[in-house]
C-alpha cells in the first residue's frame, strides 16, 4: 500500500521538522517537504509529533513465566511505551556455552511481539582473543564487561583482543562493579582513557537498564540505521505524540520520561500496534535482528 504522511513534525535529535513522508511497500520511500502533484492517500500528521521507535535496554527477560504474565510484561514494559525493540543479554560464565545460551534465549524470544538483539555479559576472565572470534562469528552485538576495577583493565591482553574483534568490531560495554563511588569512578576514567588509546571499540558508561538507548550507541553496535531511524529507505516504524502545547525544542529522552500519556499511535514496520489505548498484541511478529556491521555508521 501507497500512502503520504502530511505536514508532520518530525524530532531529530531535539528540533522538530516539518515535512512529508512517502511510504511504499513498508519503507519510507521518498522524504520531501511537500508531494503536492502526487495522488496517494493522504493522512495528516500535524498534530502530532512523530518520532523513531524507541529502542530499550531491558536485561532482565522473565523467566519461565506463563503466557499471559508474559504478554502483560510486552505490554506494560514495551508496547505502552512505544518501544518496537529491545536490547537485552545473556550471561556466560564459559566459551563453549556461548551457542547453546544464546540459541536458548532465542528460543525463549520467539513469542516476542517486538525485535530484540541479544548480547553477552561476561566476567574479565573470559574477555580473550579465542571468546572475541566466537562472538564475531555467532554476530553477537554488544559484549558486557562486568568491570572490577581498573588495576584488572591494566592485565588484559588488548592488543590481542583488537585483532580478534576485527572487522566485526562489537563495542565493549561496561557494568562497573565496584560499590564505593571513588573506586568506580576511578575505573570509568581508566576504561575510557585505556580504550580510547589502545583504539578498541567501546561505549563509554554504562547503559540505563530499561531506558532508551541513545542514537550514538545504537549507530556502535549496529542497530542504527537497520533499525529506529526514519529515513529514506528505512522501514515504516514510528510513534505519535499529540503534540499540544509542546514547543518545537524537545528531546527524544524527555518525551519517553515525561509525555507517555500523549503517545497516540505506535506502528511497527507498517502495522498499527497502538492505537490510544488499544494495543495489538501478536506473538511472534518480533523477530530476533541480525547485525552484519557493527561500528559501520557512526555519528559523533
Known amino acids: 500500500m501507497t500512502y503520504i504522511i502530511e505536514d508532520a513534525n518530525?524530532?531529530?535529535?531535539?528540533?522538530?521538522?516539518?515535512?512529508?513522508?512517502?511510504?511504499?511497500?513498508?519503507?519510507f520511500h521518498s522524504l520531501r517537504s511537500t508531494f503536492k502533484r502526487f495522488t496517494h492517500m493522504r493522512v495528516n500528521a500535524n498534530s502530532f509529533i512523530?518520532?523513531?521507535?524507541?529502542?530499550?535496554?531491558?536485561?532482565?527477560?522473565?523467566?519461565?513465566?506463563?503466557f499471559p504474565m508474559m504478554k502483560q510484561y510486552y505490554i506494560e514494559e514495551f508496547l505502552n511505551k512505544g518501544c518496537?525493540?529491545?536490547l537485552t543479554y545473556v550471561e556466560v560464565e564459559k566459551e563453549h556455552l556461548l551457542k547453546p545460551i544464546l540459541n536458548k534465549m532465542k528460543t525463549r524470544l520467539l513469542n516476542s511481539p517486538i525485535d530484540y538483539c541479544i548480547g553477552v555479559r561476561i566476567q574479565p576472565k573470559l574477555l580473550t582473543p579465542s571468546f572475541l572470534r566466537n562472538c564475531r562469528r555467532e554476530k553477537v552485538p554488544a559484549i558486557f564487561v562486568e568491570v572490577e576495577d581498573d588495576e584488572m583493565l591494566e592485565r588484559l591482553p588488548w592488543g590481542w583482543l583488537r585483532e580478534a574483534m576485527f572487522p566485526y568490531n562489537s563495542p565493549l560495554i561496561p557494568i562497573f562493579k565496584a560499590d564505593k563511588a571513588r573506586m568506580k569512578n576511578r575505573a570509568k576514567l581508566r576504561w575510557t582513557s585505556l580504550l580510547y588509546e589502545e583504539k578498541i571499540p567501546f561505549i563509554e558508561d554504562e547503559l540505563v537498564p530499561y531506558g532508551p538507548i541513545s542514537h550514538l550507541h545504537l549507530c556502535k553496535m549496529g542497530i542504527y540505521p537497520l533499525k529506529s531511524g526514519i529515513h529514506q529507505g528505512g522501514e515504516v516504524s514510528y510513534n505519535f505524540y499529540a503534540k499540544e502545547d509542546m514547543g518545537n525544542n524537545i528531546m527524544e529522552e524527555e518525551l519517553f520520561q515525561k509525555y507517555n500519556d500523549r503517545l497516540k499511535v505506535t506502528v511497527?514496520?507498517?502495522?498499527?500496534?497502538?492505537?490510544?489505548?488499544?494495543?495489538?498484541?501478536?506473538?511472534?511478529?518480533?523477530?530476533?535482528?541480525?547485525?552484519?556491521?557493527?561500528?559501520?555508521?557512526?555519528?559523533?
Open 10 to 27: 518530525v524530532l531529530k535529535e531535539d528540533k522538530l521538522e516539518r515535512i512529508s513522508l512517502l511510504i511504499k511497500d513498508e519503507r
Open 50 to 66: 512523530m518520532t523513531k521507535p524507541h529502542i530499550l535496554f531491558s536485561p532482565q527477560i522473565p523467566e519461565d513465566a506463563s
Open 84 to 86: 518496537t525493540m529491545f
Open 268 to 300: 511497527h514496520k507498517g502495522t498499527v500496534i497502538r492505537a490510544g489505548l488499544d494495543v495489538l498484541f501478536r506473538p511472534g511478529f518480533g523477530e530476533h535482528v541480525v547485525i552484519n556491521t557493527p561500528n559501520f555508521f557512526i555519528m559523533e
